[in-house]
């Protein structure tokens, strides 16, 4: 039995599904909502390597260790981005957090927080997990910035860890979460989506 199995989670007019090739051209749109594969330090897909980016993570999720999900905006369907748990780790009872990307309409919006409760919930309250972790791109501020704003530790940096997209190569930043701080990490979450958008 895999360790993460199929399971479709909604909070917020929020619904993570798991990804398939149905996920196809609402992920293709949704990349295009301000043509995320431009940006040098993040994984989305090019219009025209779409389904091979959903055949890797359906591969991926068969050899199990990533589960990619589609993020979908409950009362429309429409899909605003995809994210997943990945490096999955049974033994020691760990997941990572990544290959997160949203629309640029949807950027900066409760989606990210929404999503990341879902996921953090699913990981420590039915997973078990002791350990939930993310990594970025050094140059990454954005992304480095709202892994903080969850309560997540810096663990260090992996130097010349990766290739960019640009064929550079880049630093890896690891952020963790362990279970016993994660009430204080849910209570910041909550805290944050109940916030009036400014």
């Not at 954005?142 to 990766?162: F, N």
């Not at 362990?178 to 990490?185: C, I």
Request: aromatic share 8%; with cysteine.
């Amino acid at each position: 039995m895999a360790f993460i199995e199929p399971v479709t989670l909604a909070q917020n007019g929020i619904t993570l599904t798991p990804l398939t090739l149905a996920h196809e051209d609402g992920l293709r749109q949704a990349a295009a909502d301000g043509e995320l594969w431009n940006i040098r330090v993040t994984s989305v897909p090019e219009p025209e390597n779409t389904r091979k980016y959903i055949e890797d993570a359906l591969a991926m999720r068969e050899a199990g260790n990533r589960f990619a999900f589609a993020v979908i905006e409950t009362a429309t369907g429409k899909v605003l981005g995809s994210t997943s748990f990945h490096d999955i780790l049974p033994a020691v009872k760990r997941v990572e957090i990544g290959y997160t990307w949203y629309a640029k309409s949807v950027q900066r919006s409760h989606v990210n927080s929404t999503s990341k409760l879902l996921l953090m919930t699913h990981a420590f309250e039915v997973l078990g997990c002791k350990t939930v972790g993310w990594r970025t791109d050094n140059l990454n501020f954005v992304s480095q910035t709202a892994i903080e704003r969850l309560g997540a530790q810096k663990d260090g940096i992996i130097r010349g860890h990766a290739l960019r997209r640009d064929g550079t190569i880049r630093d890896t930043v690891m952020y963790s979460l362990r279970s016993g701080e994660w009430p204080q990490a849910r209570a910041q979450l909550l805290y944050i989506l109940d916030k009036p958008s400014p």
